[in-house]
């Protein structure tokens, strides 16, 4: 059964760190584009990361420098890093795979970050 699937999320104080993981079944993560979207309440999903099947990355402005998108071949997975998190970051993070035939979506993991 195709499925990805995200994890590592939770509530955490201002500046703290989580790191969020999408891992894949019935497919090869390597052979994808992979986005990390996240999506607050009131406003409409952002992209927040990707890392093509070459190895490219790309950051939304507001996570430059305090999130790391990154592959984990072995485990078939792709890991968002974030560090320093905001309020302004609370949101659900939404994994996405794709290629020009096909893509996929998780159910998304929740970040909350309050004191």
């Known amino acids: 059964q195709v499925q990805l699937v995200e994890s590592g999320g939770g509530l955490v104080q201002p500046g703290g760190s989580l790191r969020l993981s999408c891992a894949a079944s019935?497919?090869?993560?390597?052979?994808?584009?992979i986005g990390w979207f996240r999506q607050a309440p009131g406003k409409e999903r952002e992209l927040v990361a990707a890392i093509s099947s070459g190895g490219s990355t790309n950051y939304a402005d507001s996570v430059k420098g305090r999130f790391t998108i990154s592959r984990d071949s072995a485990k078939n997975t792709v890991d968002l890093q974030t560090n320093s998190l905001e309020p302004e970051d609370t949101a659900v993070y939404y994994c996405?795979?794709?290629?020009?035939?096909?893509?996929?979506w998780g159910k998304g993991t929740q970040v909350t970050v309050a004191s």
């Open positions: 019935g497919f090869t993560l390597d052979y994808y584009a």
């Open positions: 996405n795979a794709k290629t020009i035939l096909r893509a996929y």
